[in-house]
């Protein structure tokens, strides 16, 4: 006799189904789950919050090993820890394709306040500045939240561009635009990319 699927097991599933490339759909998982919408609804909130969800599942572990393997001190640190994030992201295949699929779903869920995804690299970063500044090997005149606003909106701006301005996607961009706003030294020099 199987087990009844239970809310980690849904979760689970919309997250293959999203890293394979495909739509989540809630009426799609329900069926595959053999469960009802309602109790669907119950384990992982509405389609939006699965979204968040999976991308913060997703978001989270890349930047932590990023910024762990992270070589430097100070700006130039905090720069390739950008530039390698967003190469991660703009690399994703499945990300891709959920930014080519639903652009303005995306940019919604990741880009702005209504989501934590944004909060939660902007805090990471945060976390980055203050251990750079602790070490004495940065200084900067913004408040720490704020530098690290700025980088993540930097990083969107180069990871997004193909939706924005019709460019594409550069992680070196975004590696070259934060070392020039942390003032490294010789920012035209190329850095990791």
């Known amino acids: 006799m199987n087990a009844r699927p239970a809310a980690t097991d849904a979760f689970r599933l919309a997250r293959r189904?999203?890293?394979a490339g495909d739509r989540v759909d809630l009426k799609s998982l329900a069926t595959a789950l053999d469960v009802d919408r309602s109790t669907l609804f119950r384990w992982l909130g509405n389609r939006d919050q699965l979204l968040v969800d999976i991308l913060i599942s997703l978001s989270d572990p890349t930047l932590s090993a990023i910024v762990v393997g992270a070589e430097?001190?100070?700006?130039?640190?905090v720069a390739r820890?950008?530039?390698?994030y967003a190469a991660a992201l703009i690399g994703a295949s499945y990300y891709r394709e959920f930014m080519r699929r639903e652009p303005e779903r995306a940019l919604r869920l990741i880009t702005t306040k209504a989501s934590p995804v944004q909060r939660r690299v902007v805090d990471e970063f945060a976390r980055?500045?203050?251990?750079?500044c602790a070490r004495g090997e940065l200084t900067h005149p913004l408040r720490t939240n704020d530098?690290?606003?700025l980088i993540v909106r930097i990083i969107?701006?180069?990871?997004?561009?193909?939706?924005?301005?019709?460019?594409?996607p550069d992680a070196a961009k975004v590696e070259t635009a934060v070392a020039a706003v942390l003032r490294v030294d010789d920012v035209s020099a190329p850095l990791t990319v």
């Not at 820890?81 to 390698?84: D, L, M, P, R």
């Not at 980055?128 to 750079?132: A, F, I, M, N, P």
């Open 17 to 19: 189904t999203f890293m």
């Open 72 to 77: 430097g001190t100070g700006g130039r640190r």
């Open 81 to 84: 820890i950008a530039g390698e």
């Open 128 to 132: 980055v500045l203050e251990q750079e």
């Open 147 to 149: 530098l690290a606003y």
């Open 156 to 168: 969107e701006s180069f990871i997004y561009a193909d939706l924005i301005t019709g460019d594409e």
